[in-house]
């Protein structure tokens, strides 16, 4: 627009009409828009001039990138959502129903509260698992490692249960930590009479370090007839307790710490395991001394076994740890020593004049009165027992009574850890043989 603009009552006269301002408005208050002046022609230049030099164009700024847009999330009445929430807590919703239930749960207190108590039982659907490992994971992933690639030089397959009852004991022992090792455990065993003593982790560790000791020096393993400067006896118990006693003397553990009582434990079972199976088949026959008895390698390393998992019991127990039974295979080799002892421990009974069965008089090799001995759950089998002689023969034939016992109570009762007239059996026949048989595998039980 050509000229200035005018207000109302100024410029010039006449019927003009004057251009108004954008925001003026008539009379009936429409705007209008302003007038536009006729286009004047355009006319080239007499002389073109060269166009000046083009100013570089700025780079405008990065727009913004769109907005995400929102879920809809559908719609679903009250009724709806109250039915989903069932499988809102199994955790079975898909992810638009889930978004939905959340929402409504904070606008609706009653439904809110259902949702806690669904919640809640869902809880109680699921077993809860302990965060502890698995005492036998070492034991089977060597298992499948071995499966998969055997060993140039495997343990010998009698060791096997001392191998897997060590892993797990050690296993035991590092969860504990040193904290530990001063923490009280009740020994229990049968002379008799049921015997308890107290005694510390350290101690307990102690006592299988030095009872192992009694294989490795029927290996000729160096130093192993003595603790430290100690020079020690030739039966577990005496053993036992000259090394109690000269640790009472230093101070309760001779001055090591329970981490180092670990690590002599461990590294002698290590070094035991390690000359047997270099030994070849030859070592499963060599006698292990056990001052009142002896046993051929191949039972010695059983027996370490049991005792080392009833002691590893006594130690879970003291603490409040969940403690598994062997695997069924190793258990059954347990229960089977077990049950190979208790004619010799019948003898000893009748020779010391507390047997209540009448024996009778049978050569060695000849059938004699015999008791089946039925063990049931993991590790079971049947073992026939002769009752008159060690050496008679047992047979089904001469069979005058039967008893039948949990696998785990079994060696319980074998450990002095369960009174022969407390254990929950089945019976039937003669009940003296019976009651002899159950008090001569609770005379197996030593400390």
């Not at 904070?106 to 039982?121: I, K, N």
């Not at 994971?137 to 060993?151: S, T």
């Not at 009694?214 to 007839?225: E, R, T, Y």
């Not at 062997?326 to 089977?336: S, V």
């Amino acid at each position: 627009m050509s000229g200035p603009a005018y207000r109302d009552g100024d410029g010039p006269q006449g019927g003009e009409d004057l251009p108004r301002v954008p925001s003026q408005r008539d009379q009936s208050g429409t705007p209008r828009e302003p007038a536009t002046p006729p286009a004047e022609p355009v006319r080239p230049p007499a002389h073109p001039t060269p166009p000046p030099p083009s100013a570089p164009t700025p780079t405008s700024p990065p727009s913004a990138p769109p907005p995400t847009p929102q879920p809809r999330l559908p719609r679903y009445d009250h009724g709806t959502l109250k039915s989903l929430l069932g499988a809102w807590a199994l955790a079975v919703c898909s992810h638009d129903e889930s978004l939905a239930v959340e929402v409504h749960l904070t606008d609706c207190a009653s439904c809110a509260d259902e949702a806690l108590r669904l919640r809640d039982a869902v809880g109680l659907l699921h077993r809860e698992e302990s965060l502890d490992l698995d005492p036998l994971l070492r034991a089977r992933v060597l298992e499948g490692c071995l499966g998969r690639r055997p060993a140039r030089i495997p343990v010998p397959e009698w060791a096997a249960p001392y191998d897997a009852e060590a892993a797990r004991l050690d296993a035991l022992l590092r969860d504990l930590g040193d904290s530990y090792w001063h923490e009280p455990v009740e020994l229990r065993w049968y002379d008799g009479a049921p015997v308890t003593r107290k005694v510390t982790i350290g101690q307990v560790i102690a006592h299988l370090t030095t009872v192992d000791g009694l294989v490795a020096v029927a290996l000729g393993l160096p130093g192993a007839d003595r603790g430290g400067a100690l020079a020690l006896p030739s039966d577990p118990v005496g053993r036992t307790e000259a090394l109690w006693t000269a640790q009472r003397a230093d101070g309760g553990s001779g001055g090591a710490t329970g981490a180092e009582l670990r690590d002599a434990w461990r590294g002698q079972s290590h070094t035991l395991l390690r000359t047997v199976s270099f030994a070849g088949s030859g070592a499963a026959e060599i006698g292990v001394d056990y001052g009142a008895f002896a046993l051929p390698m191949r039972d010695a390393f059983v027996d370490r076994a049991f005792e080392c998992w009833i002691h590893a019991w006594d130690i879970a127990e003291a603490v409040a740890y969940p403690y598994d039974a062997p695997a069924p295979r190793n258990l059954k080799r347990m229960i089977d020593l077990a049950a190979r002892m208790l004619p010799a421990a019948l003898a000893e009974r009748r020779r010391g004049g507390l047997a209540d069965s009448v024996a009778r008089l049978t050569e060695a090799g000849a059938p004699g009165r015999s008791l089946l001995l039925e063990i049931e759950g993991a590790g079971g089998g049947e073992w026939y027992l002769p009752l008159d002689s060690p050496g008679a023969l047992a047979s089904h034939d001469h069979t005058v009574a039967h008893v039948a016992l949990d696998g785990v109570e079994f060696c319980q009762l074998a450990a002095g850890h369960l009174e022969p007239e407390r254990i929950a059996f089945g019976q039937q026949g003669d009940r003296d043989a019976i009651r002899d048989v159950l008090f001569a595998t609770a005379s197996l039980s030593r400390l």
